[in-house]
Each structure stands twice: as structure tokens, then as C-alpha cells.
């Protein structure tokens, strides 16, 4: 009887990215890869740990994974076992814990599990503190055959001081060109016509290697220079490591797409500092303003966290009118939680959590209104849209969606129910319909 594996994936692209590979080594074993809100007899939780959130997440998903099936086999892996093992191991639902070094190993260890009937000694050693990088697999065995992850480096040094990641992640590990170019390759052989660039800090590129490096610049080069008819996407450029001028460079290249994720924390210089965030809201403007130059509805997206302690109701209000000044497309605004091993964690001036969450609630109106005013901007204009997936409203209407440039969410009407194939389809942008998601009509 055939084996069924689900997986549950929290946080970030890479996250995702090596849950790809993982589903496509079960996929060649033979197993069935099914929904995680279906019975299995492999739950794999790859877990995230940037918030207290993250982490609840993942416990309760194990909770109910072993509700749907319990004597089902149930993975937790990544950053929430590997800079907490000790909290993780006394999660009663978790048969094996295996950390970020060893993601690549869980099949083996799901196999031996079964063969011998008990847990592996997967547990964290000293040896996993050094982050190995993982052996790299090809994802060219997912059911969409549009948007593909393509990851292209590990791991971050900048050490803001509210996050865990460079502990979970480790240093920066930059994948070999001729590895990242190989497998854009096999994608776009398999259809594929978005690469999606992926990595804990895709900016520090090539920052461990020898030598003169342009960082993600000589990627996109590289990229670039492949032949077809393909689209890259940065999933984010980090204002701590890249500048205006940088940035610049960046936007000469005609593939990629005009959608850039610009993470900036908070609107006050202040608070940026004790952040150790290496740049002012002056630095990040003129970021903002090269890109507003190149292409005035170019498309940002960015972070803001709220309630960092000793955050004044000023600088909050600072962060709002920055809001307001660059006209984002999407804010992914979340109350600071305060992690482990972070020097923000030992900060004194903490903010209440009824205030922190107020203050989220506000910033959300203002995001709300500031996307609103960006779609409208594109009314009546034409968008390259990728077709992806076939949506049926309550009322059985049927739309496909897809992704714009921008990285707006379009959907298109489609009385056929059918996608339009997997090429670019021009559309006139139509009406908003919440943050970052309008109507379309096809050309």
C-alpha cells in the first residue's frame, strides 16, 4: 500500500523552497505527497521561529496532525528545533527533531524509522552547529508549472538585534553559480516562467566567496543571459547590505520583474539603531526614490515591526508616515516578540502587548489605505500576467489568477474554467479588491 507524506511549512521562502525538495525525494520513493489537513502516515512540519507565533503554530499543527492520524510519524524540523531543542523535545507529538543542517536527510530518517520500528538519534549535535549546506536537489516535480523557488544562498551575519535567524540559519553559504544556473536551467526546460530568487539574505550573495563579487547582481546577470521568454523575481533586498546606487544596477536588467521586497522595520531612526539596522530613513528613501525614477509604479513591499521596545508613540508615528511617503503595495506589519539568544531580548523599556497590537491594528489601516491608492494607480492600464491557478467564487463564477510584475494578484474572468496556458497573458488592470489583489480583463 502505498505510503502518504503531508507537509506543514511556516515562515519564509526558503522554508518552502527545501520543502519542495523534499516532497519531490518522496514523490521518486514512491510516496503519495497529500494535503496537511488530510490523514498521513508522514507529517514533516518545517517549522519557523522568527516570532512566539511561529513557534505556537507549529506545536498546534502537531497536535492536530496526530488528531488526524495518531500513529501517524511526525517530523519537526528547521529553525524552531534547531535554536530551541530543548522546548521542541518536550513536544510529546514529535517522533524525530532534526535541525536546518540535516533538512536533507529527513527521508532517510523517515525510512529508518519504519525499518527499525523507533525514533533516530537525530537530535542536534556539535557538529550541526557549523551549518553544513544541505546537498542540492532539483524541484522540478511540483504541480504548478509557473512560479518556481529557486534558492541561491543560506545563512546571515548582520545580527539585528530583535532576530534569531543568524543562530538558526548560521553564517552565509553561497550555492556555485554553475549549480543555481543548472537548475534554472531544468526549470525552464520544464516550463516554468518565473524564478523566484530565494534566501535568508538573498542580498549577501556571494559574500563568503573569494574574489570580486557583485553580489545577487551577477545572479541576475547570470540568469539574464539564459535564453526564453521567463521573468526573475527577487523575494527581497535587504536596505542593510544594498544601497541607492546598488540598487540602480539592479533595475538595468529587463527580466526582472518591478517588484522589490525593501524589509524596513520601523519608520524612526532611533529605533532602526537599536535594531543595528545599518541605515537611516534618509538612505532608505533615496532607495525608494531610485526605484519611483526607474518605474513610478514599481511595485515595494516591506516588514514593519511593532512595539520594539522602547518605542514611543513618536516613533511609531514616524513608521506611519513612512508609510504614507512610499505608497507600498503590501505592509507585512506583526508585533516584535521577543526571541531568544537576541540582544532586543534583554532590553529594558518593553512595550505592553495591548499596545503593540493596537499600534499593528493602525498600521494595517494605514497599509491598507496607502495599497489601495497603488492599485488605483494602475487602473486602466496593461499588465503581464502569469496565469496560475483556476479560483471559483461562491457564486460560481470562474476566474484564473495570477501574478503581475508588480506582484499584484489579478484575477481574470474565465467563463471556460480553464487556464489560458502557461504564457504571459496581457490585462487591463481592473478595480481594487483588498491589498494587493485587483480585477483583470484579458486584451
Known sequence: MTKTVAFYTLG???????????????????YAVVDSRAEADV??????????????KSRQFMRRAKRQNPSSLLVAMGCYPQTNPEEVSRIAEADILVGNEDKGKVFTYVEAFFREHRPNDCMLTEKEQGHADNAALLCVHLESRTRALLKIQDGCDRFCSYCVIPYARGPVRSRPMDEILAEAETLLRAGYRELVLTGINTALYGADQSG?????????????????????????????????????????????????????????DRILDAMNRHYTISDYMEIVRVVRNADPRYGLTTDIITGFPGETEEDFRQSLDLVRQVGYLKVHGFPYSKRLLTRAGEMSGAVPAPVK??????????????????????EGRKLRVLPEEIFIDAAGQSYWKGHADQF??????CPSGKLPGNEFVEVVAGVPYEEGVMAGKEL
Open 212 to 268: 570580486s563579487s557583485e553580489g545577487v547582481i551577477s545572479v541576475v546577470d547570470a540568469l539574464s543571459r539564459l535564453k526564453g521568454d521567463f521573468r526573475i523575481r527577487l523575494g527581497s533586498l535587504e536596505p542593510t547590505v544594498v544601497d541607492a546606487a546598488y540598487v540602480e544596477k539592479l533595475l538595468a536588467y529587463d527580466k526582472l520583474c518591478h517588484h522589490l521586497h525593501l524589509s524596513v522595520q520601523s519608520g524612526s
Open 12 to 30: 519564509c521562502k526558503v522554508n518552502q523552497y527545501e520543502s519542495q525538495q523534499l516532497e519531490a525525494q518522496f514523490r521518486e520513493a514512491g
Open 408 to 413: 499584484v494578484t489579478v484575477y481574470v474572468s
Open 43 to 56: 507529517y514533516v512540519v518545517n517549522t519557523c521561529t522568527v516570532t512566539r507565533l511561529a513557534d505556537r
Open 357 to 378: 497590537k493596537e499600534r499593528n491594528r493602525r498600521l494595517k489601516e494605514i497599509a491598507d489605505v496607502a495599497s489601495e491608492a497603488f492599485l488605483r494607480s494602475l
